[in-house]
Nanobody, 115 residues
Framework: QVQLVESGGGLVTTGGSLTLSCAAS????????LGWYRQAPGKQRETVAR???????YYADSVKGRFTISRDNAKNAIYLQMNSLKPEDTAVYYC?????????WGKGTLVTVSS
């Protein structure tokens, strides 16, 4: 069972930046999909950014040009660099990975953007 642990969330003012990290307990080289989702209060969980290995990198329209997803295979980690944060980015952010159609989720890290 792969364990995913997010970190880097916190409170930031509008226009600020945060970098989220997700550390995996095993190598991420075999992962087919690596990504970040978020869930705001009273809303459904949504995809923020996703790497489908060998296929594409996806960003939600609401974060394009502001967020960047990246990976570090040596550290078994993925990251989400978030710039120009807005109050509507406030949510719990979850790390997600898929290996052979088995999904793994972290427990989430809270990002709060104050106006």
């Amino acid at each position: 069972q792969v364990q995913l642990v997010e970190s880097g969330g916190g409170l930031v003012t509008t226009g600020g930046s945060l970098t989220l990290s997700c550390a995996a307990s095993e190598t991420i080289l075999a992962m087919n999909v690596l990504g970040w989702y978020r869930q705001a209060p009273g809303k459904q969980r949504e995809t923020v950014a996703r790497i489908t290995v060998g296929v594409s990198t996806y960003y939600a329209d609401s974060v394009k040009g502001r967020f960047t997803i990246s990976r570090d295979n040596a550290k078994n980690a993925i990251y989400l660099q978030m710039n120009s944060l807005k109050p509507e980015d406030t949510a719990v952010y979850y790390c997600y990975m898929d290996r052979a159609n088995v999904n793994y989720w972290g427990k989430g890290t809270l990002v709060t953007v104050s106006s």
